[in-house]
């Protein structure tokens, strides 16, 4: 189990739900060295792929959407796995529906979506998969909404995220 020192975790709470959920994934990342591949996939529990899948969704939708999201590499680790399953249970219904709904766009256009592309091909993607703009719009609207949700699940079920590490006073 990954932990996070009782310390970090206190300022964690103290921020916005974003920033929350951000710190813990970037414990995974700190733990996993920065870089998820299939040597270090094991080391990560259930949980904490569904929290490490949101912090690459919510990163790449904040900067360039779900073409970007996909021309990134994520699209198999968010539309083939549970993901969207795992934000059901957790509550994040809505987030879980639009999911669902890019998927089916996703597998429709994948070998499309995932071939290399020059930066000119990359910005035509968004011309060619204008269907994805609805989703990012609808995804900006319930984004609070949907944080709320997940930041309480998490909170509520810390012990499936993450261990918490006891600060240690040194003499």
Known sequence: MIQIPSSELQQALEKDNKEFLRTIANTYLTAIGGNLNTSNMQLLNGWQHV??????????????????????????????????????????????????????????????????????EFNAMYVDFEQFDELEEEYFDMEEEQLEIISAYVKGHLSDFTEILANQVNF
């Open 51 to 120: 929290l490490l899948s949101w912090y690459f969704f919510s990163t790449e939708m904040d900067e360039g959407g779900f073409v970007q999201l996909i021309q990134n590499g994520y699209g198999g680790y968010i539309f083939d796995n549970p993901f969207a399953k795992a934000l059901r249970l957790m509550g994040a219904r809505e987030l879980s529906k639009l999911i669902y709904r890019a998927k089916k766009i996703y597998d429709e256009n994948k070998t499309t979506l995932e071939r290399d592309t020059s930066e000119e």
